[in-house]
């Protein structure tokens, strides 16, 4: 039952191929063996490729299954189609289109096992990659929010100078009325004189207007610092929303992108793998000799192809005597008096017709 099953798979005609011998029929059979566990890898390749990108089981499974159905189809009539000749130029011929198909197929199959197969040096890759975009990504948001933050912190910085110079202002005058009711400077008289007091109101001037400005600048400063941590918030917001995409940075364009970055060898010698699978039921057609089945299906196409090659002849044979006879009836009867005399008589009463009713009509207008 299972030769059947790969015979069957192998696309070739049963109904002859069970005449054949046993040596054809296992020949034949390990054809669609092949053709058969091409489909199967390539319904698990499909299947991983499409999980990546769907990320459910159940649709990469059945997509996968019937993209393996597309490729056995494929393959079943690529060997099927493939017949032995008495030149060998003539096979190669009709096997190069069939050679080209196969090598696309073979690269569809074999890169998403390949995606399996180094899953981890992969990984490893868009690990490095998805860092280097946060990285990049961190600094491209950075560049729209730092102008503005460094703005306001100058701005804060400002105020906070005006106070401390502020302050100095008022220190000074401090020390001044102090000095000068010690008398160790200014009129260098000891006591609260009018000097002392003129200076003394300077200085509680002064303090009032560093309180006052102490207090503005404070509401300032506080108004600035909420922006700042508005910012903050927002730079810190576009991250973590533009870190989600970067972390889904793991699809089949990704990953076939990250394999390009590893050594090509091991990914070369995988598709010469699943080209030689691809292509040996070709090249298994074309190396082996001509065989019992080959002989028995020629014989049963030219048998066909000369019987309606015959059949077509003598159609066109039977055509071309048939106008000769009517041929010559015809010109046998042209001369008759009799036939001259009715088809001068019926196209006298034509062209009698044709005067009445051109009559009725020009009236009808008139």
């Not at 159940?58 to 597309?70: E, K, N």
């Not at 198909?101 to 690269?107: F, G, H, N």
């Not at 700042?228 to 089949?252: H, M, R």
Request: net charge negative; glycine share 4%; aromatic share 10%.
């Amino acid at each position: 039952m299972l030769k059947q099953f790969f015979i069957l798979c192998s696309g070739a005609d049963t109904d002859i191929l069970n005449d054949c011998s046993i040596g054809e029929q296992n020949k034949y059979a390990g054809i669609g063996a092949t053709v058969f566990f091409t489909a199967f890898m390539a319904t698990i390749a499909a299947s991983y490729a499409l999980y990546t990108v769907f990320d459910n089981v159940y649709a990469s499974i059945f997509f996968g299954f019937v993209w393996g159905l597309l490729i056995f189809n494929l393959d079943r009539y690529i060997v099927s189609t493939i017949k032995k000749r008495d030149n060998v130029i003539d096979e190669i011929l009709q096997a190069t289109p069939r050679l080209f198909l196969a090598v696309i197929i073979a690269v569809v199959i074999s890169k998403p096992l390949e995606l399996k197969i180094f899953e981890k040096e992969i990984n490893h890759v868009l690990l490095e990659q998805k860092n280097d975009l946060t990285l990049a990504n961190q600094n491209q948001i950075a560049e729209q929010f730092n102008p503005k933050i460094a703005e306001l912190e100058g701005e804060i910085l400002s105020l906070q100078t005006q106070v401390q110079t502020k302050e100095a202002e008022v220190n000074a005058l401090y020390d001044t009325y102090i000095f000068e009711a010690e008398g160790t400077a200014g009129t260098n008289l000891l006591g609260k004189g009018p000097v002392y007091k003129e200076k003394r109101e300077k200085h509680d001037a002064g303090l009032a207007e560093l309180q006052q400005l102490k207090t503005e600048h404070k509401v300032k400063i506080e108004t600035l610092e909420s922006q700042i941590s508005t910012l903050e918030g927002d730079f810190t917001t576009n991250v973590a929303q533009t870190q989600l995409i970067i972390d889904n940075f793991d699809g089949l364009m990704a990953r076939v992108t990250a394999l390009g970055e590893l050594p090509w060898l091991p990914s070369f010698f995988i598709f010469l793998l699943f080209l030689a699978i691809e292509t040996s039921p070709i090249f298994a057609k074309l190396l082996a000799p001509k065989g019992e089945f080959d002989f028995r299906l020629e014989d049963q196409e030219t048998l066909i192809k000369t019987w309606t090659m015959q059949r077509v002849a003598e159609r066109k044979l039977l055509l071309k005597t048939d106008n000769a006879i009517n041929n010559k009836v015809y010109n046998d009867i042209a001369d008759e008096e009799a036939i001259i005399k009715y088809k001068r008589q019926k196209a006298r009463e034509l062209m009698q017709h044709q005067a009445d009713v051109f009559l009725k009509t020009q009236k009808g207008i008139l």
